[in-house]
């Protein structure tokens, strides 16, 4: 391959680097273009013997090593696609069971087999997980759903108490003929089982069963698994301990939506296991996730120094910013390497959609800081109901806005990837995860880190618990009705916590009036709490 250099800044040489670098494929009718990244003819013999060992890593992971080490965890979400790569039979029969029980509980809801208990259709489906278990199904309805879905599909996804009082409210009417679908791998984690609690609470309040209404989606043998099979829920599918939360869209947690919004799963899955298949190929120049993981590296040399700016022209992947930013961010984010030294790795991702962000970032993206790279998502298929009027057709403008803004950016020396889809479809939905996905499990090979856990997560999940035992302690200290200083309080509870106690009666006080208070709050050591 003949490569002008990046920094060469001519049409002519600019036209030669995208021929030589652009990848496509006939099957997905998939483009790639990294050629205005910063990737130079001396990249290429340089990554070649990193991208052979990232490639060995990746196939010994798809052939069932213990990838995720820290966890001692298989990584398998590959499998999910292509059950025939499950190391064992077991595992292939049961990804493809449960694919046919999903599908066929799916379409039960939908065409009114199964009726909710008073005997009517159900009409909708309250969504509950958060991370993983929330983002990639709310990608899957957004990207998917078509006018006219018999099911109205809702998430809640915090313990925003408004947030969830808002949607709670707005199902009101239709509470009993709800689905209530609770996620969570590890079935323990807090933000899910309250909101479940919470929406528990409403339908029995109107005399609703949960368990007829009630569905969980998580690992055999949680919390969530033990309650749903004690109380005989509707329905229990299983996330298996090899998938991690960020990697499981197709798995239940992405399949489910998708059947209820009513796209064929086996397009999606096959999306998914083409993309899988094209980026199995060793040749790192004709593999894409190979040539996007590069395309990373060489922009934040390794390091992350340029965030990664998504703008898909397509309102549909909206939500594509957002569930990348998780998958990207959680499995790259990383303080240690695998050898155990501090690297404090990332490769931060924003973004929204096009052409809006144009009149939003876009003028800093062009004309502002050189610490990002842009990822356009062009989709060349227009909709064919959108008429021509007075000449103009919206589908040309996007078109146009898109390669405006791309070009805008290489004229200010700003570097852009772009990705084009010929028709944007449930299966190029799985492909372009799939794409990502890859990417991201080789990017990390290339600096030695481990994508598949979370730290980070778990640590602020372990924290919260410490705030919120904290809070008991002190609840049940000015239970006594004794008139205490933040230092008082402090030298009689566990630790050493003044700004924590400050904050905990800060907000416990804007919900609880029966406490009187002494003191500036502006002045934190002159404050006395008492209730009353
Ligand atoms: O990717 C991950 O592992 C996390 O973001 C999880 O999805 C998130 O913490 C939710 O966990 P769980 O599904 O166990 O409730």
Same mark, same amino acid.
């Given at each position: 391959m003949t490569l002008p250099d990046?920094?060469?800044? @001519?049409p002519q040489k600019q036209w030669h680097r995208f021929c030589e670098l652009l990848w496509f494929d006939e099957s997905l009718k998939i483009w790639l273009d990294?050629?205005?990244?910063?990737?130079?003819?001396?990249?290429l013999n340089r990554f070649a013997p990193l991208f052979k060992k990232a490639f060995d890593a990746i196939d010994d992971l798809e052939s =069932? @090593?213990?990838?995720n080490q820290d966890e001692s965890r298989q990584v398998g979400h590959?499998?999910? /696609?292509? @059950?025939?790569?499950?190391?064992?039979k077991g595992i292939s029969d049961k990804i493809e069971k449960e694919i046919e029980r999903i599908h066929s509980f799916a379409n039960k809801i939908i065409n009114g087999q199964l009726k909710a208990p008073n005997g009517k259709n159900f009409t909708d489906v309250l969504w509950i997980g958060i991370g993983g278990s929330g983002l990639g199904p709310l990608l899957i309805v957004r990207a998917l759903e078509m006018s006219g879905n018999p099911l109205n599909i809702h998430f809640i996804d915090n313990v925003d108490p408004n947030g969830i009082n808002k949607i709670l409210k707005d199902i009101h009417d239709s509470l009993s003929t709800t689905l209530f679908v609770t996620v969570s791998? @590890? =079935? =323990?984690?807090?933000e899910p089982r309250i909101a479940m609690e919470q929406a528990r609470f409403r339908l029995e309040s109107i005399k609703g069963n949960w368990p007829s209404q009630a569905v969980a989606i998580t690992m055999v043998d949680s919390q969530l698994d033990k309650l749903a099979r004690k109380e005989c829920w509707l329905n229990t599918f299983d996330m298996p301990d090899w998938v991690g939360g960020r990697t499981s869209i197709t798995s239940a947690v992405g399949l489910l939506p998708a059947a209820f919004v009513g796209a064929d799963i086996k397009k999606f899955l096959s999306g998914a296991s083409l993309m899988d298949n094209l980026t199995r190929n060793h040749d790192f120049l004709e593999n894409p996730a190979s040539l996007l993981a590069l395309a990373w590296w060489k922009s934040g040399e390794g390091k992350g120094s340029r965030d990664m700016v998504i703008l898909p022209y397509?309102?549909?992947?909206?939500v594509f910013s957002r569930y990348l930013q998780q998958l990207v961010m959680e499995s790259l984010?990383?303080?240690?390497? /695998?050898?155990?030294?501090l690297v404090n790795q990332g490769l931060s991702v924003y973004g929204n959609k096009g052409s809006t962000d144009q009149h939003a970032y876009v003028q800093q993206l062009r004309d502002g800081l050189d610490n990002y790279f842009a990822t356009f998502i062009e989709v060349l298929t227009d909709d064919e109901e959108i008429k021509t009027i007075n000449n103009r057709n919206p589908g040309d403008f996007l078109s146009g806005f898109m390669q405006g803004t791309r070009t805008a950016l290489t004229e200010a020396g700003k570097q852009s990837v772009t990705i084009t889809i010929s028709k944007f479809d449930t299966t190029s939905l799985g492909a372009l995860i799939a794409l990502f996905e890859r990417a991201v499990s080789l990017y990390a090979e290339l600096i030695n880190i481990?994508?598949?856990?979370?730290p980070g997560v778990e640590a602020g999940k372990k924290a919260a618990s410490n705030i919120l035992g904290l809070k008991e302690e002190i609840i049940d200290l000015l239970s006594d009705r004794v008139s205490r200083s933040i230092s008082e309080i402090n030298d009689l509870?566990? =630790?050493?916590n003044s700004e924590s106690i400050y904050f905990i009666l800060r907000h416990h006080l804007a919900n609880n009036m029966n406490y009187n208070v002494k003191g500036n709050w502006s002045k934190p050591d002159t404050l006395r709490f008492k209730l009353n």
């Open positions: 990046f920094s060469i800044n @001519s990294v050629s205005r990244m910063n990737i130079n003819a001396i990249d =069932g @090593s213990i990838a590959y499998w999910l /696609r292509n @059950s025939g790569l499950a190391p064992n791998k @590890s =079935g =323990g984690t807090p397509r309102d549909r992947l909206e984010g990383k303080r240690l390497d /695998r050898n155990g030294k481990n994508a598949y856990h979370q509870t566990s =630790g050493d």
